[in-house]
C-alpha cells in the first residue's frame, strides 16, 4: 500500500447500476487511488459508458454511493467537481465550426467566473495540452476539417487541459492509429504516475495487459469481476465475458490474447 | 511552450476577439446609419439635419409628427424584432444543436398564425389580433414542450420533431382558415402571414425585451458554447444542462413570440443572421449573441424601409424582403467559405 493521507481518488461502494431494468453491475465495491490505471472491459452493450457515467457523477446510482476524492457528488459544491474529474465522452459530430485553440479552450471552464475570460495563462495551458497531443501546428484549424483521429486527439487535450485529479476515458483509442494509441496511453500513464487517477473503457485487451493495474470486467448479466489486472485477465474469464473463446500466447515477458 | 504560444501569437485568442470586437462597433455604426436612412426616406424626405431637430425638438408640425409617430415607431419595431428573431434563432439553434433550427422550428410562428388568423377572422380589432397571435405563440410552445417531454427524455430529435408536426398542424389550420375567410380579410391575413410592420405603433415593449433577453443570455454564453459541443461533455464540464435548456427554450420562445405578435411571422431572419454572423466572426456565443442581435435588427430595420419605400407608394410585406435581401447574401458567404 502507498502512504497517502488523501483519500482515494475514486471509491464505489456497494454499487448498483442499472439501465431501464437490466443490471449493469450489483454491488460493485472498489477504490481507484492516485497512480491506480483501472481498465473497464465487456462486450457491447454491457453497460460500460453507462457504468462510467455513473462514476462521472452524471448519471444517479439504483443503489449504493460513488465517493470522488471521499465524499459523493452531492456534497462538492456546485462546480468544483469538473475541476476534480475530467470525462472524455464518446466523439459526437459537431454541427458548428470552431477553431481547435478554441475547442481545446472549453477544458478551463470550471475555472472561470461567469463572466471571465480565457486570458493567456489558459491560452498557455491549451497550448501546452495540443503539443502534448501532436497538434501544436494545427491551433488556428477548424475542427470540422480535422481527420477522426486528430478529432479525437483534440478532445483529449480539451480533456487535459481541465487538468482534474480524476480521469475517466471513454474508448480514448477510438479512431487513433497505433502510433498515436501508445502515446495516448503512455501520457495517462505518466499522469497516474504523477498523482492521477485513470478510469478508462477499452476493447483492446492487450494494450489492458500492458497498461492497466487494475481490471473491471463486466459479464453484461450484471455480474463483474474486478482486481489487479493480471489476476482479472485470464482465458477462461475473458472468454466468458466476450462469450468468444480466447487463446493466451506468452513468450516468457508478455502474455497476448488472441481469438481461438 | 513559450516558443508554442509566440509562434500562435498573432493568431491567438487575443487576436479573434479584437476582430469581434471591431465587428461588433461596426455593427453599432451600421445600425445607426440604418436608424437614419429609415427614419428619413419614404414619401416626405427629410435632411439628416431636419432629422435631428424633429427627433429633439419639441416643435410640432408635420415633419416632426410623421417622423416621431410613424417612422421612428415603426423603425424601432422593426429593429428589435429583427433583434429578437436572430437572438431567438441563434439560441434555437444552439438548443437543438441543428444549424436548420430558426424561432419558428418549434411551432410558434404557426400557433401565432392560426391565433391572430382566428383572430382576424372573428373580426376583432388590432388588439386582439396581437392577443391572439401571443396566445397562439406561447400555446404551441407549451404543446410542444409537454408533448416531447412526456417521458422526461427530451432529446433535441424528439423536440425538433414534435415542434415540425404542431407547425404542420398548425399550417393545416391556417390554410382552412384562409379557404373559409370572406374575401375582404383574406389580404390582411396574408400580409400577417408574411410580416409586416406597418402596423406596429407600440413597439416599446419589443424593444425593451430585446435588451432584457439579451441581457439574461449573456451571462450563460459560455455555457451555451459547452453545450452546442455536445450534452455530456458541458455536463462533465459542470453545466446544468437541465436547467440551461429550460432557460433557453423559454427564453427562445418568449422573444419569439413578442417579435411574431408585433410583426407577424417574418421569415429568414431568425435562421441565416445567426449563419451570417458565424461566418464573419466564429461561433463564440459571447460574441456571436450580441452580433446576432444587432444583425438582425439593422436587417430587418433595412428590408423593412426598403419594403416601404422602393415602390412606393405601394407597401411590400416586408418578410418577401428580408428573404430577397438575405439569400444572395448568405449563398455568396457560403461560396466564399470552402470547407
Known amino acids: ?46 453497460g460500460k459508458t453507462t457504468l462510467l457515467h455513473t462514476l462521472a457523477g452524471l448519471r444517479d446510482a439504483a443503489r449504493g454511493a460513488v465517493l470522488l476524492s471521499g465524499q459523493p457528488y452531492a456534497a462538492w459544491p456546485r462546480g468544483h467537481e469538473a475541476c476534480l474529474r475530467g470525462l472524455l465522452a464518446q466523439s459526437q459530430p459537431d454541427f458548428f465550426s470552431a477553431t481547435v485553440l478554441e475547442t481545446a479552450l472549453v477544458g478551463r471552464h470550471p475555472y472561470l467566473g461567469r463572466w471571465d475570460w480565457e486570458g493567456p495563462d489558459d491560452e498557455a495551458i491549451a497550448l501546452a495540452a495540443l503539443a502534448q497531443m501532436g497538434l501544436e501546428s494545427l491551433a488556428t484549424r477548424q475542427v470540422p476539417t480535422l481527420s477522426g483521429g486528430e478529432r479525437q486527439r483534440l478532445s483529449i487535450a480539451a480533456l487535459l487541459v481541465q487538468q482534474p485529479r480524476l480521469y475517466l476515458l471513454d474508448e480514448p483509442l477510438a479512431h487513433l492509429d497505433l502510433h498515436h494509441q501508445v502515446a495516448v496511453l503512455d501520457h495517462f500513464r505518466s499522469l497516474a504516475a504523477s498523482g492521477a487517477g485513470v478510469a478508462m473503457v477499452l476493447h483492446d485487451i492487450n494494450l489492458t495487459a500492458r497498461y492497466a493495474s487494475h481490471v473491471l470486467l463486466l459479464d453484461g448479466e450484471g455480474g463483474h469481476v474486478i482486481g489487479p489486472a493480471a489476476e482479472v485477465l485470464t482465458t477462461a474469464r475473458l472468454s466468458a465475458a466476450f462469450g468468444h473463446p480466447l487463446r493466451a500466447i506468452a513468450d516468457g515477458e508478455h502474455t497476448l490474447f488472441v481469438p481461438a | 511552450m513559450a516558443q508554442g504560444s509566440a509562434a500562435t501569437g498573432g493568431i491567438g485568442m487575443h487576436a479573434v476577439r479584437r476582430r469581434a470586437a471591431a465587428a461588433l462597433a461596426g455593427l453599432v455604426l451600421v445600425a445607426l446609419m440604418v436608424f437614419a436612412w429609415s427614419l428619413s426616406a419614404g414619401a416626405l424626405p427629410v435632411s439628416i439635419n431636419d432629422l435631428l431637430t424633429a427627433l429633439t425638438g419639441t416643435e410640432g408640425g408635420m415633419e416632426a409628427d410623421i417622423i416621431r409617430n410613424l417612422r421612428l415607431p415603426r423603425a424601432v419595431a422593426a429593429f428589435a424584432c429583427g433583434g429578437l428573431l436572430a437572438l431567438a434563432g441563434a439560441l434555437m439553434q444552439v438548443l437543438l444543436r441543428n444549424p436548420l433550427a430558426d424561432p419558428y422550428v418549434l411551432g410558434i410562428s404557426g400557433g401565432a398564425a392560426v391565433g391572430a388568423l382566428g383572430a382576424i377572422l372573428a373580426g376583432a380589432a388590432s388588439g386582439w389580433i396581437d392577443a391572439g397571435a401571443f396566445v397562439g405563440a406561447l400555446g404551441a410552445t407549451l404543446l410542444v414542450f409537454g408533448l416531447a417531454h412526456g417521458d422526461g427524455s427530451w432529446t433535441q430529435t424528439r423536440l425538433l420533431l414534435t415542434g415540425v408536426i404542431v407547425a404542420a398542424g398548425c399550417g393545416a389550420a391556417v390554410a382552412l382558415m384562409l379557404s373559409l375567410a370572406p374575401e375582404g380579410r383574406v389580404k390582411g391575413m396574408l400580409f400577417w402571414l408574411m410580416g409586416d410592420a406597418s402596423g406596429a405603433t407600440r413597439p416599446w415593449p419589443a424593444l425593451a425585451l430585446l435588451a432584457v433577453g439579451l441581457a439574461a443570455a449573456l451571462p450563460f454564453a459560455r455555457e451555451l458554447n459547452l453545450l452546442a459541443r455536445g450534452e455530456v461533455t458541458a455536463r462533465a464540464l459542470g453545466v446544468r444542462v437541465g436547467r440551461l435548456r429550460g432557460l433557453v427554450y423559454g427564453l427562445g420562445s418568449l422573444l419569439t413570440a413578442v417579435a411574431v405578435t408585433t410583426v407577424g411571422s417574418v421569415g429568414f431572419i431568425g435562421l441565416i443572421v445567426p449563419h451570417l454572423v458565424r461566418l464573419a466572426i466564429g461561433n463564440d456565443q459571447r460574441l456571436l449573441l450580441p452580433a446576432a442581435t444587432l444583425a438582425g435588427g439593422v436587417l430587418l430595420c433595412a428590408a423593412d424601409t426598403a419594403a416601404r419605400t422602393v415602390v412606393a407608394p405601394i407597401q411590400l410585406p416586408v418578410g418577401v424582403l428580408t428573404a430577397l435581401i438575405g439569400v444572395p447574401v448568405f449563398l455568396f458567404l457560403l461560396a466564399r467559405h470552402p470547407r
Not at chain 1, 4 to 27: I, K
Open chain 1, 1 to 46: 500500500m502507498k502512504m497517502d493521507a488523501r483519500p482515494p481518488v475514486l471509491a464505489a461502494e456497494r454499487l448498483t447500476v442499472q439501465v431501464g431494468r437490466r443490471d449493469v453491475c450489483r454491488e460493485l465495491d472498489f477504490t481507484l487511488q492516485a497512480g491506480d490505471t483501472l481498465v473497464i472491459l465487456g462486450r457491447n452493450g454491457a
